[in-house]
């Protein structure tokens, strides 16, 4: 079993960076591919990036590709996503979130274990 805690987020101004972390409990960090996501009011929570069990290969959706970076240390059992560039349709409260099956994915349902998110808000 894994647990998730997130923290980083802030309310900051467009075109600002913020780098959000996520820690994890247990010694099987480094078997889980790690997600993050998030969730605007009134809308469904979106996959944002995700990234390999050895931290080699990351994944993003098209609308965050060249602003957002994925990255983990499995020796410290974390996982960040560095945002730059913000924009105001990134406010949203961002989760990550541990895959323990064979391969990246950006279903949600098939992450098994979720930290309780941290608000990014960005003014215009």
């Known amino acids: 079993q894994v647990q998730l805690v997130e923290s980083g987020g802030g309310l900051v101004q467009a075109g600002a960076s913020l780098r959000l972390s996520c820690a ?5 960090f ?10 605007s009011p ?4 979106e996959f944002v990036a ?7 290969v990351p994944y993003y959706v098209d609308s965050v590709k060249g602003r957002f ?25 961002y989760y990550c979130a541990a895959h ?15 930290g309780q998110g941290t608000q990014v808000t960005v003014s215009s």
């Open 69 to 93: 970076t994925i990255s983990r240390d499995n020796a410290k059992n974390t996982v960040w996503l560095q945002m730059n560039g913000l924009k105001p349709e990134d406010t949203a409260v």
């Open 42 to 45: 009134g809308k469904a929570r």
């Open 50 to 56: 995700a990234i390999s069990r050895s931290g080699s």
């Open 100 to 114: 323990s099956g064979p391969t990246m994915t950006q279903l949600i349902w098939h992450y098994d274990y979720w």
């Open 30 to 39: 480094s078997s889980y591919i790690m997600g993050w996501f998030r969730q």
């Open 24 to 28: 994890a409990s247990g010694r099987t």
